[in-house]
């Protein structure tokens, strides 16, 4: 251990900041992830969160406030204070013509040294022993994010950090690496993920960070943003919309209603749409669609960070 207390965050960040030029990418930013979380970083491209993870890892340096791993700041300390701590920022990269467990091997020797047995172990955990002397060449895109996660196991880490784990797989892919996750986070391991999905976010997190323009707009568990979000927004097409976006403009719990083009807008939770939807048909219209695009979450989620993407610098790109 890197002599943190018993209680101490795992990740405190109190006041840190980063600019590039006129863009504030990070801005003032204060969280804590406790020991046992899976916390969520969240928000749109270009919102702020691998520029944090960079400067978690040290591979940045903030303008003003501080980082620090299990008490120790990461700077002027960074190898003291990733002793804990491993995981990728971005895609992990490896030797395409080596095999995983070549790769894994190499890295061991690279950080100082592994027992043999922990390449076997790590690979059995993330369900590529029997692609281990495969070349990396030969793996899928959610192979090769998986190999990230053993590699970062190797350490036998305190904390795990994630940018984007299921960004760019395919549906099979991202059902791997959220079971992956599951398993993970069942062996105690605190875990630190960055994703711009809130359906991802809420299957996985006990809490949950939303950043918006480099500045944090919720922190706090999921189940207070799930309590928070109560309305979804809907999509609805009748025989009439102009007859029907009064009847929804009068209707109690229904809100933010517009006529958009060929379809109403509203947000409504789902027993305010049951009695909507009766209301309509006793005033004689017929409804041809009547559907959520998003769930109650991401509703919630964009309208956080309504406006908040901007244009990143060429450093946030990739944000």
């Known amino acids: 251990m890197t002599g943190a207390r018993e209680g101490e965050p795992v990740v405190s960040a109190q006041g840190l900041t980063k600019t590039y030029g006129a863009l504030s990418a990070v801005d003032h ?27 978690l890892f040290g591979l940045i340096r903030p303008d003003s406030g501080e980082i620090s791993v299990s008490g120790v700041p990461v700077q002027p300390e960074p190898r003291r204070a990733l002793a804990e701590v491993a995981g990728f920022v971005e895609a992990p990269r490896f030797y395409p013509y080596l095999s995983g467990r070549k790769n894994l091997e ?3 020797r690279l950080d100082g040294g592994l027992r043999p047995q922990r390449i076997n172990e790590v690979l ?18 959610g192979m ?5 996660v053993a590699a970062a196991l190797m350490r ?15 549906p099979a892919g991202i059902r791997d690496m959220r079971n992956l996750i599951h398993r993970l986070v069942d062996t105690g391991l605190t875990i630190l993920l960055s994703s711009h999905h809130m359906v991802e976010v809420d299957e996985i ?14 922190d706090g568990p999921i189940t207070e943003l799930r309590a928070q979000a109560g309305r979804a927004t809907r999509h609805l097409d009748t025989t009439d919309n102009h007859v029907a976006v009064e009847v929804c403009r009068g209707f109690a719990g229904v809100e933010h209603v517009q006529l958009d083009g060929p379809q109403i807008v509203f947000d409504a939770d789902e027993a305010t749409v049951e009695r909507l939807s ?29 406006g908040g993407t901007g244009t990143p610098t060429d450093e946030e790109a990739a944000a």
């Open 29 to 55: 930013v204060d969280l804590e992830v406790g020991a046992g979380d899976v916390y969520g970083l969240l928000g749109p491209n270009g919102a702020g969160k691998t520029t944090f993870m960079r400067m």
């Open 205 to 218: 997190c006990t809490r949950v960070a939303i950043m918006r323009r480099g500045r944090l707009a919720y």
């Open 144 to 148: 090769v994010q998986r190999l990230g």
């Open 278 to 306: 009766r209301e309509l048909v006793h005033a004689g219209l017929g409804i041809h669609r009547l559907h959520a695009p998003t769930s109650a979450l991401e509703t919630l989620f964009f309208r956080l960070t309504e």
């Open 124 to 141: 059995e955990v993330v369900d590529l022993f029997d692609r281990r002397d495969s070349r990396v060449r030969e793996y899928s895109y």
């Open 156 to 170: 036998d880490p305190r904390l795990l950090v994630l940018d984007e784990p299921t960004n760019g797989l395919d």
């Open 106 to 108: 190499l890295l061991g």
